[in-house]
Structures are given as structure tokens and as C-alpha cells.
């Protein structure tokens, strides 16, 4: 009855996407851009019942910039003010759409 009762692992809907996005922060710079990346998928993935090498992958970007969250959050909170993090990365881009 244990391993009924157990919960399995759930896929995300999103985990292509974001493991190509945590693969880029591990291996990139705490620019305003990523840490507000690194910040937005804390969130998405707190409490989420898989992605268990994502989550473990955030925790090793937070160390590796020397945060915790609440450093993190402090920041990007910072950042998203001016409210140009996002907007920076499209305003180089020319959008034919």
C-alpha cells in the first residue's frame, strides 16, 4: 500500500524550456538578466513534486553567485523596479511579427 500511496514525480510542462535556461545560468555570469532568470524559476519550481536536478541545479547557481534566496530576492526586487530587465533583452531584437 506504501508505494500506491506514494507520489510519483510529475513532469513540468515547461521542463525543456527551463533546463536549457538552467544550463546557461550555470555556466553564465550573475548579470540583472539571470539572477532575475534564476529568481523566476525558484519560484516556478518551489514545491514542484520533480524536476529534481533543476531544483538542484538552482541551488548550485544560488551558491555559486553567493546568495540565498533572500539575498537574491532583495535584488531582483531592485532590478525588476527600474523595469527594464526584460525589456533590454527585446529592445535589440526587431520584431517583424
Not at 532575475?36 to 524536476?51: D, K, N
Not at 533543476?54 to 526586487?77: A, C, F, G, M, P
Amino acid at each position: 500500500m506504501n508505494s500506491v500511496e506514494k507520489t510519483q514525480d510529475q513532469q513540468h510542462p515547461q521542463y525543456k524550456r527551463d533546463r536549457a535556461s538552467v544550463d546557461t545560468l550555470l555556466a553564465g555570469e550573475a548579470t540583472d538578466y539571470n539572477l532575475s532568470e534564476l529568481a523566476r524559476l525558484i519560484i516556478r519550481y518551489r514545491g514542484f513534486p520533480g524536476a529534481r536536478d533543476i531544483q538542484s541545479d538552482l541551488k548550485k547557481v544560488l551558491q555559486q553567485w553567493n546568495h540565498t534566496e533572500e539575498t537574491l530576492y532583495e535584488q531582483t526586487r531592485k532590478i525588476h523596479a527600474t523595469g527594464e530587465v526584460y525589456r533590454k533583452q527585446k529592445s535589440d531584437q526587431e520584431d517583424w511579427a
